[in-house]
Nanobody
């Protein structure tokens, strides 16, 4: 069993930055591939970024490529999402996700609002 708790969301102006954290417990994080998803009002949940269990491989949605960076610190059991050059379109609830066959886990989500 893996528990995920996101933090770091909030209100930020366009062009600003936030760093989201996903603290994990209950299992060994290095066994899991992890990622961040988001869901904006009226839209489907979408994958934002993912990182392999080793941290050697990452992938990003085209909409965030070059602005967001996913990373993980297995020693601290934590996954991060650094978000720079934020836009109003980035406003959403951001969810941390972890998977290892045959299981998948989700955090509770953290709200990110980009507005002036």
């Amino acid at each position: 069993q893996l528990q995920l708790v996101e933090s770091g969301g909030g209100l930020v102006q366009p062009g600003g930055s936030l760093r989201l954290s996903c603290a994990t417990s209950g299992s060994t994080l290095e066994d899991y591939a992890t990622g961040w998803f988001r869901q904006a009002p009226g839209k489907e949940r979408e994958a934002v970024a993912c990182i392999s269990s080793s941290g050697r491989s990452t992938n990003y949605a085209d909409s965030v490529k070059g602005r967001f960076t996913i990373s993980r610190d297995n020693a601290k059991n934590t996954v991060y999402l650094q978000m720079n050059s934020l836009r109003p379109e980035d406003t959403a609830v951001y969810y941390c996700h972890a998977s290892a066959v045959p299981y998948a886990y989700w955090g509770q989500g953290t709200q990110v609002t980009v507005s002036s």
